[in-house]
């Protein structure tokens, strides 16, 4: 009886891990092979994890998302597209990503965690075009499987950290700008966590900027790609986070944002904190505080309708 009993939750188990793992799904953004900007280099894509957990991933030329598609008695129909930090230099795609993808299952949001190419002259053309262009790729295929995946398509939002909340913001802000305009790329909402918002001397991560634009630093690009200024009565809600004593990406950038969003009347939730620091995700232990924003999150999900 013993025997049969563990056979039978060995069994279970094994059918568990089968069935979450069937939850998860990896797919090219651009299937056909034809990645726009593209050139051949030598660089190769490397995945690292650090002593601390976090995955970092480098050299990255080919574009996917990974699906985490939440479980059907679950869903609520809401969807977020996720893109890690890094500077624009590497992917923190476990702390910045897995770890907030599972988190969104869990309340029935449907995630897909974007690893977009990071700009690089020796492997693409225009490189400061080349993570937007992945982004909205990325959206577009999401809107366009929505079906598939038990999708609302009115619900699908975009979340960015550090330089991915640039990149995030960047969606929000350019869906609808330049040759590429695409009104099936833009988010439904965005949730931006300690974001760069804007490329201006005055308050940008400098490594982040130097990364996107690469040798073209022209006034006009940065003023392109600074999304304060890029904030119109088109550019969808937001939920921001950010602490004070930031010491990488000033808490300007958020307020300057959450301000645009003001002038032109268009609902957002700010939270900011005294303490915290930069890149923590979930890794809230022992800043004060700072612990209470993934309940502040989770409280505007519900409130505005992707949660239950």
Not at 65 to 70: D, Q, V
Not at 275 to 295: D, M, Q, V
Request: glycine residues 10%; hydrophobic residues 40%.
């Amino acid at each position: 009886m013993k025997i049969k009993v563990i056979t039978l939750l060995v069994l279970s188990l094994t059918a568990f891990a089968f069935q979450s793992m069937a939850q998860t799904e990896v797919i090219n953004l651009w299937p056909d092979g034809k990645v726009p900007n593209f050139k051949t280099s030598d660089i190769q894509e490397k995945s690292v994890t650090d002593a601390s957990g976090i995955l970092r991933i480098s050299g990255v030329t080919v574009p996917t998302i990974t699906a985490y598609i939440a479980p059907k008695e679950k869903a609520t129909g809401a969807a977020v597209m996720i893109c890690p930090g890094g500077g624009y230099g590497i992917l923190a795609a476990s702390h910045e990503g897995s770890d907030f993808a599972k988190w969104f299952n869990e309340r029935g949001i449907s995630a897909f965690i974007l690893k977009y190419r990071l700009p690089n002259d020796k492997a693409m053309t225009k490189q400061h075009e080349v993570p937007l262009m992945d982004a909205m790729q990325g959206m577009e295929l999401i809107r366009k499987n929505a079906a598939k995946w038990n999708i609302d398509p009115s619900k699908i939002g975009v979340m960015g950290f550090s330089a991915g909340g640039h990149l995030a913001a960047t969606l929000s802000t350019h869906y609808n700008l330049g040759a590429r305009a695409s009104e099936q790329a833009k988010p439904n909402f965005s949730l931006l966590i300690y974001p760069v918002i804007s490329l201006s001397q005055k308050i940008s991560h400098g490594g982040s900027r130097d990364n996107l634009l690469g040798p073209d630093k022209s006034e006009e690009l940065i003023k392109y790609y600074s999304n304060e200024l890029q904030v119109s009565e088109k550019t969808p809600t937001a939920f921001l986070v950010h602490t004070m004593d930031d010491g990488a990406v000033p808490v300007e950038n958020s307020i300057e944002y959450y301000l645009a969003l003001k002038k032109f009347k268009t609902p957002a939730e700010m939270h900011l904190y005294p303490t915290g620091g930069h890149g923590y995700g979930f890794r809230t232990e022992g800043k004060g505080s700072l612990a209470n924003w993934p309940a502040a999150l989770e409280g505007w999900l519900k409130a505005m309708g992707y949660s239950k």
